[in-house]
């Protein structure tokens, strides 16, 4: 079993910068591809960001392409997503995920709120 736990939201003004974090525990983390995902106030659950395993394949959204940057350390089993440039329409609970290459996601965090005021 993993548990995730993210950290890093807050509210910050539309041009502002976050940095995510998400902490893993177990010994598996650097075997497991890593996700963002982010839900918005009436809207689903959409993808933001992932990488892999070693962190040499990387995806982003098209809305946040540019803006955000996702990252990894293995050796303190967290990953990261840097956010800069925000906008109002980024504000949403983050979440966190984690599953082994080719199989999906299997674990998520509980999320963190991220607030972007115009």
């Known amino acids: 079993q993993v548990q995730l736990v993210e950290s890093g939201g807050g509210l910050v003004q539309a041009g502002g910068s976050l940095r995510l974090s998400c902490t893993a525990s177990g010994r598996t983390f650097s075997t497991y591809v890593m996700g963002w995902f982010r839900q918005a106030p009436g809207k689903e659950r959409e993808f933001v960001s992932s990488i892999s395993a070693s962190g040499s394949i990387i995806y982003y959204a098209d809305s946040v392409k540019g803006r955000f940057t996702i990252s990894r350390d293995n050796a303190k089993n967290t990953v990261y997503l840097q956010m800069i440039s925000l906008k109002p329409e980024d504000t949403a609970v983050y979440y966190c995920?984690?599953?082994?290459?080719?199989?999906?996601?299997?674990?998520w965090g509980q999320g963190t709120q991220v607030t972007v005021s115009s």
């Open positions: 995920a984690a599953g082994p290459t080719g199989r999906g996601y299997t674990f």
